[in-house]
């Protein structure tokens, strides 16, 4: 058992992505852009964050604060 865990781990350092920017193959251990392959990649993918090019979907009806939301019970 200690043997399979010994190999498993040994896999992990060696194992090897695609930059999700360029798709460049890179190795996940040791490299200190993961998941990118470089600094100039993880810079792009910030600035598209930063302009709005992704974004996170929000499922929620949009009502503001006051409004409350539909599933909260008043307990009052």
Do not use: Q
Not at 16 to 24: A, D, I, T
Not at 33 to 52: T, V
Request: glycine residues 4%; aromatic residues 8%; contains cysteine.
């Amino acid at each position: 058992m200690l043997l399979n865990f010994i190999a498993a781990v040994r896999g992990l350092m060696n194992l090897k992505v695609k930059c999700p920017k360029c798709k460049k193959e890179v190795i996940w251990n040791n490299n200190k852009w993961r998941p990118f392959c470089s600094e100039r990649c993880k810079m792009i993918d910030l600035g598209a964050w930063a302009k709005e090019d992704f974004k996170i979907s929000d499922d929620t009806d949009h009502v503001t604060l006051e409004e409350g939301h539909p599933d909260d019970e008043d307990t009052v």
